[in-house]
């Protein structure tokens, strides 16, 4: 398929995944938010679960395993787990064919204060010159707006971490 399509283009495409991904997820959030649990699908807890059982590293968006295979995390799951860069989590692949994510071991974290800045189709915190991503689901739960004072949660040793987790608006 490589051969087919360039690099540039697998790229590409793999973002509008990764943004439709994320735009499902905040849409399911914002149902949730106002709608309530009543009417969402209740889900099965992992341990309840048969299936196919895989340990990977949270990236801000996917899960890796250790063999390189991404596995997309659910944005309001991420969101509001407050997963970051580094946690190791869990995935269950259920018999039925539903994935089931669980964080099983966080990394230290640290929070910081920044402001909420926009480009290149993608939100980020501004914290002292330096910029994370935070996924579009924390903006669209907290509300905020260009500009917002934001608490975000980063690996505490991985200065070189591209992504936040959103912990409150300001």
Request: glycine fraction near 8%; hydrophobic fraction near 40%; proline fraction near 4%.
């Amino acid at each position: 398929m490589s051969d087919l399509l360039s690099e540039k283009q697998i790229k590409r495409l793999r973002n509008l995944l990764n943004e439709a991904e994320t735009n499902l997820a905040a849409a399911k959030e914002l149902v949730f938010s106002m709608l309530g649990d009543e009417e969402m699908p209740e889900r099965t807890a992992p341990e309840e679960v048969a299936g196919k059982v895989i340990e990977g590293v949270f990236d801000g968006q996917s899960m890796h395993d250790a063999d390189g295979k991404s596995y997309p995390v659910p944005a309001n799951y991420a969101s509001k787990s407050k997963l970051v860069e580094g946690d190791i989590m869990k995935l269950t692949i259920a018999d039925d064919g539903s994935f089931i994510y669980k964080q099983i071991g966080p990394v230290a974290r640290r929070q910081v204060i920044g402001t909420l800045v926009q480009h290149d189709g993608a939100y980020y915190v501004e914290v002292q010159g330096k910029e994370y991503r935070v996924l579009l689901a924390s903006v669209t739960f907290f509300h905020l707006n260009i500009g917002s004072q934001v608490s975000v949660v980063v690996p505490e040793d991985n200065r070189d971490a591209e992504w936040a987790a959103v912990e409150a608006a300001l």
